[in-house]
């Protein structure tokens, strides 16, 4: 098992979550769709030679984002990322893959 966290705006939270789901990320058990969020304010500045979605060039910005954590099996890893990295509106999305262990 792994867990996926990933910043987001605020303004497409809930399309990336359900490109997760839809490939399979956030299943546990018998429940699907499990996913743990909290919202907080992002900050970036974009260099030369980026196409920033929100921001300009050379300018701190702030922008009201949402961390979205999931659990998702190896076998869908992959996809959920591709996913994941197509409903995100940045250019380069922040995100993290980590092994969980269960530990029984």
């Known amino acids: 098992m792994f867990q996926i966290i990933v910043y987001v705006p ?6 990336v979550k359900g490109a997760l789901f839809s490939a399979g990320a956030g299943a546990i058990g018998d ?5 743990w969020e909290v919202e907080g304010v992002g900050q970036f500045r974009p ?9 300009e060039l ?13 659990v998702c099996e190896e ?7 591709s996913a994941m990295i197509e409903a995100h509106p940045y250019e380069e999305p922040a995100y993290f893959v980590f092994r969980s262990f269960e530990l029984r």
Request: with cysteine; hydrophobic share 25%; net charge negative.
């Open 10 to 15: 605020n303004s497409h939270k809930d399309e």
């Open 31 to 35: 429940y699907t769709e499990c996913c």
């Open 47 to 55: 260099g030369s030679g980026s196409q920033p979605y929100i921001g």
């Open 58 to 70: 050379n300018t701190l910005e702030r922008v009201a984002e949402t961390k979205l954590e999931l």
């Open 75 to 81: 076998k869908v890893l992959n996809s959920a990322i």
